[in-house]
């Protein structure tokens, strides 16, 4: 299984951008999906989490500004980020649970991440 995340890139603040990752390989199912992001210097932390019935959750510092969404189709989370802010410049991951059809396993899998620059 990979996560191939993509869609960063270098904005002016009050700026957007809409990240995407996708899922592939031997996916049965994918329960719940999150973006993360960290900043140099800092912990990851989590932006935004969304449940397999789309239920989301964000972090108080995003609110009202991101909206994670997903498309069980496609097995794609995507993270529509406006009102960018220079502190929310960090790299960004995608997370997701998947039960894989080899040997019907949970697990967490972690995709490589994607630049996010906000410049003022």
């Known amino acids: 299984v990979q996560l191939q995340a993509s869609g960063g890139g270098l904005v002016q603040a009050g700026g957007s951008l809409r990240l995407s990752c996708a899922a592939s390989?031997?996916?049965?199912?994918?329960?719940?999906m999150g973006w993360y992001r960290q900043a140099p210097g800092k912990q990851r932390e989590l932006v935004a989490h969304?449940?397999?019935?789309?239920?989301?959750t964000y972090a108080d510092s995003v609110k009202g500004r991101f909206t994670i969404s997903r498309d069980n189709a496609k097995n794609t989370v995507y993270l529509q980020m406006n009102s960018l802010k220079p502190e929310d410049t960090a790299v960004y991951y995608c997370?997701?649970?998947?039960?894989?059809?080899?040997?019907?396993?949970?697990?967490?899998?972690w995709g490589q991440g994607t630049q996010v620059t906000v410049s003022a």
């Open positions: 390989g031997s996916i049965f199912s994918i329960n719940g």
């Open positions: 969304i449940t397999s019935g789309g239920t989301t």
């Open positions: 997370k997701a649970d998947i039960t894989t059809t080899t040997g019907w396993v949970t697990g967490l899998y």
